[in-house]
């Protein structure tokens, strides 16, 4: 069984079966470009089926839209916001026409479902109508970028908790190699004397300054451009809508949610995506080098640091028998570059806007649910199966931290510049370390140079 609808290029055939329609099917013809089509993220189509909802709530306060036609249509919503019908939302997401075929495919599939609720076929559309009901009072200039804002605000917790179980099981770990003493090191070179525990310390900070970082940005995307209609005037929207449509978004999903302060503003400009972006970006090049550090600390104790020991997941390699990679770093790595290029993605699309509009936000749309995905994922296999299993190698970090002459500084206030420096070169001359010259001579025995190594590790312990 097939139906015939008609738009202004002309007529074509469609499935019976299909709630989409002629402007959907000329997309998916034309836009086949990724794999990744607006039904494979859910988040997005709860989002752009939302706003569809409030839009006929408010047609139907203000009385644009019959009463039966609201209620077919919100009801057609519901249905979407419960997870049904997503398969017929086809477009793909980098689209080309600046976000047009997503409104479409979005009021399509909402006027048939619609149709069918109060019992007639898909494409009578002199009975209920994409544009003239289901669209009222909108444009994709509006409501695109507004259902991307609350897709993102929709994914965020997640993302968000995710960062923090990282940070969470890094310091869970911190506190598991409190006493653990180690070298630190700049410039990849010996420094001062540290624990394992303050390195990791280090680690779990920045990813919870990282999770805030998002969090504070997110907040701006509670702001829309919804009610600006196609350029910020709001022409098309009946006296009423842009007040009723905020109050009924904001309680029906729950959030707080309010016009740009200058709609014109806030059609122009996408810097509120690039603003969350970049703080995405920024949390995966901390994790970026937060993984480098793991993987450089646990190289092999006889051809590199050996400080720490990674779980083996995995065999590392096809051809040398027991090697075991860094594999959970090295994807967290990836998952690093990925999003940073991601990020420049949104960035020059943000830039790219023209005049009235930013024609972009399919793939700024695109670029940010991916980053947010790989992230939301990634932090959790990294802690999980990474992080909460790396044991500390105490006696190679001892032995390492023990060698170096580094430690010379520790013992300045003690035996005076002048004494330590004498003694530094002598045991370079009789090629021996210089804390096993420390406690040959008898100035000091090995535990009181490991109580010096602890005071110098935490100054605060004896201030």
């Known amino acids: 069984m097939t139906r015939i609808e008609t738009d202004s290029i002309g007529a074509r055939e469609l499935p019976e079966a299909s709630l989409f329609g002629v402007n959907t099917l000329r997309a998916t013809e034309n836009f086949d470009i990724s794999p990744l089509k607006i039904g494979n993220e859910p988040a997005f189509v709860r989002a752009l089926a939302a706003i569809k909802k409030a839009a006929a709530k408010a047609n139907g306060e203000t009385g644009v839209i019959p009463h039966t036609i609201r209620n077919a249509i919100v009801t057609a919503c519901d249905e979407i916001l419960a997870g049904q019908h997503h398969g017929q939302f086809v477009v793909d997401l980098l689209e080309g026409s600046g976000g047009t075929s997503i409104n479409m495919n979005t009021n399509e599939v909402i006027a048939n479902r619609a149709l069918q609720i109060i019992g007639h076929r898909a494409g009578q559309y002199d009975l209920l109508n994409p544009n003239d009901h289901v669209n009222s009072g909108q444009s994709t200039n509006d409501v695109v970028p507004a259902a991307v804002k609350l897709a993102v605000l929709e994914k965020a917790p997640l993302l968000l908790s995710s960062l923090a179980h990282l940070a969470e099981v890094m310091q869970q770990r911190a506190e598991a190699f409190g006493n653990v003493l180690k070298i630190g090191r700049t410039c990849m070179q010996a420094a001062q004397p540290m624990t394992l525990g303050q390195e990791f310390e280090g680690y779990s900070s920045a990813l919870f300054r990282a999770r805030d970082k998002i969090r504070a940005a997110v907040e701006d995307l509670a702001v829309l451009p919804l009610g600006g209609t196609a350029i910020g005037t709001g022409l098309g929207a009946h006296p009423g809508y842009k007040e009723a449509v905020y109050r009924h978004l904001s309680s029906d999903i729950g959030l707080a949610l309010r016009p740009a302060d200058n709609m014109f503003d806030g059609m122009q400009n996408s810097d509120s995506f690039a603003r969350v972006s970049s703080e995405i970006r920024i949390a995966a ?108 190698l105490e006696e190679q970090a001892l032995e390492n931290l023990m060698g170096s002459s580094a430690l010379a500084t520790v013992f300045v206030p003690k035996f005076g510049y002048a004494k330590v420096s004498k003694l530094v070169k002598q045991a370079e001359a009789e090629g021996k370390l210089f804390i096993d010259l420390l406690v040959e001579m008898g100035l000091l025995t090995k535990e009181e140079v490991i109580d010096a190594l602890r005071d110098a590790a935490n100054p605060q312990r004896t201030a």
């Open 285 to 392: 090049e901390v994790i970026g080098k937060i993984s480098l550090d793991l993987i450089i600390l646990s190289s092999g104790t006889k051809s590199g640091i050996g400080e720490i020991k990674l779980p083996a997941v995995q065999p590392g390699s096809s051809i040398m028998p027991g090697k075991v990679n860094p594999v959970l770093p090295m994807m967290m790595q990836q998952v690093a570059y990925a999003v940073v290029g991601n990020d420049a993605a949104v960035s020059l699309a943000s830039m790219s806007g023209q005049l009235e509009i930013n024609h972009f936000e399919p793939v700024i749309a695109s670029r940010m649910f991916d980053s947010m995905d790989l992230l939301t994922r990634g932090c959790r296999i990294f802690a999980d199966k990474c992080i909460s299993g790396i044991q500390a």
